[in-house]
């Protein structure tokens, strides 16, 4: 499918029933792989970069759907576009936590380094 110009999903607040907020993004992607491949479907030669959606049903199962190839009988889907955004934000979110908390950790340190220091000389 080719899509000139924006594609957008409703997304306002008041059209959702919210349950709990997604966690620990950084552990599941660590559990997927991404590889080149060719697609057997599609029958042309050019190599794509990509998951399998049985690698992302396991850590992220609301992302992947099922269509039906009548070569194929049932597949499974990915809706990267949710799965992206998912990782895109909440691991930067989960990093910059990390972030923030190894910083403090060593500005700790380099404090009691440096009364070390003071006491030593």
């Known amino acids: 499918m080719y ?3 924006n594609y957008s999903n409703g997304s306002d607040i008041r059209l959702k029933e919210r349950s709990i907020n ?7 992607i660590s559990d997927l792989s991404t590889f080149y491949h060719k ?6 030669d050019v190599t794509r970069i990509g ?16 269509a039906n190839m009548p070569e194929y009988g049932d597949i499974l889907t990915v809706d990267y ?17 990390l972030i923030k908390e190894q910083q403090a950790k ?10 070390l220091e003071t006491k030593t000389n």
């Open 3 to 5: 899509v000139a110009g």
């Open 22 to 28: 997604v966690s620990n993004v950084l552990d599941k």
């Open 39 to 44: 697609r057997l479907d599609i029958g042309d």
């Open 51 to 66: 998951v399998s959606a049985q690698d992302v049903q396991k850590v992220f199962p609301e992302v992947v759907g099922t």
């Open 81 to 97: 576009a949710t799965l992206a955004t998912t990782v895109a934000i909440n691991g930067c979110k989960e990093l910059h936590q």
């Open 106 to 115: 060593i500005e700790a340190l380099e404090t009691r380094l440096s009364d």
